[in-house]
């Protein structure tokens, strides 16, 4: 027999994904759903815990259970996915807007980086993507023109990765990635609709091709009440 707290989760899952309570409002307190479910508050709060943890609610003191918006976007970390193939796959209204494509400096950072020889140009690409009408990520990508000798807006606006791996014919292997928080830069607040936040979340990666070739540095800066980022790890006992 299912546990009370879980069917009382059950429960308020359903009215939070039926509009019950939209994003933003209060759920009833712990006294009154225990009123409800004629059950304990200690049951109550264990359903309310199971909310917190799934995303559902935020819970602030003083004050109760708050609704969060429950459509989050699911980014695995681990792997390796373009974003057009991430949206279809979470059947998102998007849109992406190209801010910039061109050629850096010789002299930059990221130009030097991902010099292989010193007749390579690397391509600078940033792109605003737009779901559901609101502006919450900026993709900055790099490219070595070795590998990538040609991009278009077509190109940038659609899949980059399917141009690379269908008409170039070249194998993405691998990438090392580093995810950290960071307050917004000026060019964050310009471009994306941030206001009221006061950090961003910024994934670094530096992808190889199969022969571990660097061909790519990208960085990709989220709004953070929007993401959330999974992976999949098993404990292996030594």
């Not at 007749?119 to 737009?130: A, G, K, P, T």
């Amino acid at each position: 027999m299912q546990k009370k707290y879980l069917i009382i989760y059950d429960e308020l899952v359903k009215g939070i994904q039926a509009g019950e309570w939209p994003a933003g409002t209060m759920l009833p307190s712990e006294n009154e759903l225990s009123l409800h479910y004629e059950t304990s508050r200690e049951t109550i709060r264990k359903a309310l815990n199971l909310l917190s943890q799934k995303g559902y609610i935020q819970k602030i003191r003083g004050k109760g259970s708050v609704v969060i918006d429950f459509h989050t976007f699911s980014f695995p970390v681990s792997g390796i996915e373009s974003y057009t193939e991430l949206t279809k796959k979470l059947q998102l209204e998007s849109r992406t807007i190209i801010h910039q494509l061109g050629f850096l400096e010789a002299n930059h950072d990221i130009s030097e980086m991902l010099h292989q020889s010193v007749s390579d140009r690397v391509w600078n690409v940033v792109r605003i993507r737009e779901i559901s009408g609101e502006r919450i990520i900026l993709d900055k990508d790099y490219f070595n023109e070795r590998y990538v000798p040609l991009l278009s807006k077509e190109i940038c606006r659609n899949s980059i990765y399917d141009y690379i791996e269908n008409q170039l014919g070249l194998v993405i292997g691998f990438a090392q990635k580093e995810i950290l928080v960071e307050s917004p830069t000026d060019e964050d607040r310009e471009l994306l609709d941030i206001e009221g936040f006061s950090n961003v979340v910024v994934i670094r990666s530096q992808v190889y091709l199969d022969d571990a070739s660097l061909f790519q540095y990208t960085e990709s800066r989220h709004r953070p009440d929007k993401f959330r980022f999974v992976d999949f790890a098993r404990r292996v006992k030594n």
